[in-house]
């Protein structure tokens, strides 16, 4: 099945640098990537998702790129800020629909993020 | 849009106790639905999953079931609570094509 390796397990940075999270993946036949950022005792969110027809996403200062040659995706957040310090997980999904087992997400480990101020 | 609410919020429960813990939805019809667990200071372990009322799949053998009685409500319990249960329970839908979470059920199994 499925295997999201996500790398780094922890990250820090300081404020106004750029911060990079990557993974890969192993099933070929995933076509959706999304991203989610996870506060402290707080639900998963969804940040930023990126389909295998599409090789970049931008929103303000978050982006992901996919190589699926490479079957790799990253994750960048560039003029960090303290509050985007966060655990980030990446997944992937072999369908384009929401349904049943073919839906499932699987994810990576996470990358706590820490942003000094 | 959709809301997923998640209760209760937090919960200490003694071993060998029983458990019920409540997932609804708001927004959506017929939704695909998911609990997952996630042990403190990792990943996201996928539990049980639910295409419709009545239908459910489960990832990993353990000490847990669901059931999902109405279309928008998904539950998940336990007989008798291991000290290994311990953990922080999302819901999770999918709309639109995206996954959403709840707001997660902290337990503390003593």
């Known amino acids: 099945g499925e295997n999201v390796e996500q790398h780094p397990s922890t990250l820090s940075v300081q404020e106004g640098d750029s911060a990079v999270i990557k993974c890969t993946y192993s099933?070929?036949?995933?076509?959706?990537f999304p991203w989610y950022k996870q506060e402290l005792g707080k639900g998963p969110q969804l940040i930023i998702d990126?389909?295998?027809?599409?090789g970049e996403k931008k929103d303000q200062r978050i982006a992901v790129t996919l190589n699926k040659t490479a079957k790799h995706f990253s994750l960048h957040i560039t003029e960090t800020q303290p509050e985007d310090s966060a655990v980030y997980f990446c997944?992937?999904?072999?369908?384009?629909?929401?349904?049943?087992?073919?839906?499932?997400?699987?994810f990576g480990k996470g990358t706590k993020l820490s942003v000094k101020p | 849009s959709q809301t997923i609410h998640q209760w209760p919020a937090t919960l200490v429960q003694p071993v060998g106790s029983p458990l019920s813990l409540e997932c609804t939805v708001e927004?959506?019809?017929?939704?695909?639905l998911y609990w997952y667990r996630q042990a403190a200071g990792r990943g996201l372990q996928l539990l049980f999953y639910?295409?419709?009322?009545?239908?459910i799949s489960s990832e990993v053998p353990q000490n847990l079931s669901a059931s999902r009685p109405q279309d928008r409500q998904f539950i998940l319990s336990s007989k008798k609570l291991l000290l290994s249960d311990s953990g922080f329970y999302l819901c999770?839908?999918?709309?639109?094509?995206?996954?959403?979470f709840g707001p997660g059920t902290r337990l503390t199994v003593t």
């Open positions: 099933d070929s036949a995933s076509n959706y």
């Open positions: 990126i389909r295998s027809n599409v």
């Open positions: 999770a839908c999918w709309f639109r094509q995206e996954q959403y």
């Open positions: 997944a992937a999904s072999k369908s384009m629909n929401y349904g049943g087992s073919q839906g499932n997400l699987i």
């Open positions: 927004g959506t019809s017929n939704p695909n």
């Open positions: 639910s295409v419709g009322i009545g239908q």
